[in-house]
């Protein structure tokens, strides 16, 4: 069974840009979540898609944006990027099941010049 | 969502067991407590998950006193390989958006240095 996908590993970017970041959940989970890692901080929560709808929204502005295709697969954005941006940005799934583990990608590494 | 409180980080030597313990004093109670490892630029990967007393299973321990106001994670015989940092996390799963996983709140978590 393959496990959770990002694609890309790694990107530069420049200040001002924007970033859509992918990533394919395990066959069959229907939520997917999105956690921002950065050395200072930790791991953040974004936000928690489930059957397209986002569920839950973590403390974050608006330039962080995400959304959920109907075969789960989920992308964020983030437009007009801050050198501060740059982070270990992470993304998993879990079955459609209560009290159930969440599987994490090895995550894309986001770094903004 | 209950905050956590772990030490920041613990050394060992090869062979011993390691028990991590976490303070979760606003648990609520629909809270479950599960335990992430994780390695350097790799996402955190699922250890073990618990509601009370106590949860085995082929990598680890969790044991829950009766008030679950702290938990307590036990690594047996550790390795180099087990070198990592261990999250706690206490939160509910959203029974009530018919299961789906909750948002996960990590703490800055304990830094484990396994030495031969």
């Known amino acids: 069974k393959a496990g959770v996908t990002q694609t890309p590993r790694y990107l530069i970017k420049t200040r001002g840009q924007q970033v859509t970041l992918s990533c394919s959940p395990i066959?069959?989970?229907?939520?997917v979540s999105w956690y921002q890692q950065t050395p200072g901080q930790g791991l953040q929560f974004l936000f928690e898609?489930?059957?397209?709808?986002?569920?839950n929204k973590g403390n974050f502005p608006g330039r962080f944006s995400g959304r959920q295709f109907s075969n789960s697969r989920s992308e964020m954005n983030v437009s007009t990027l801050e050198l501060g941006d740059s982070a270990l940005y992470l993304c998993?799934?879990?079955?459609?099941?209560?009290?159930?583990?969440?599987?994490f990608g090895q995550g894309t590494r986001l770094t903004v010049v | 969502l209950a905050k956590t409180t772990q030490p920041i980080s613990m050394d060992s030597y090869e062979g011993q067991e390691v028990n991590i313990t976490c303070s979760h004093n606003?648990?609520?109670?629909?809270?479950?407590i599960t335990w992430y490892q994780q390695f350097p630029s790799q996402g955190p990967r699922f250890i073990i998950q618990?509601?009370?007393t106590k949860v085995t299973n082929e990598v680890a321990s969790l044991f829950i006193p009766a008030d679950r106001k702290s938990s307590t994670l036990s690594l047996p015989r550790v390795s180099l390989s087990d070198t990592a940092v261990y999250y706690c996390?206490?939160?509910?799963?959203?029974?009530?958006?018919?299961?789906?996983?909750?948002?996960?709140?990590f703490g800055k978590g304990t830094k484990l240095s396994v030495k031969p």
């Open positions: 066959s069959g989970h229907r939520s």
């Open positions: 998993a799934s879990s079955p459609s099941t209560v009290n159930t583990e969440a599987f």
């Open positions: 606003n648990i609520a109670t629909n809270d479950y």
């Open positions: 898609y489930f059957s397209e709808t986002q569920r």
């Open positions: 618990g509601y009370k």
């Open positions: 996390l206490v939160g509910g799963m959203s029974r009530d958006y018919g299961g789906s996983q909750g948002n996960l709140i």
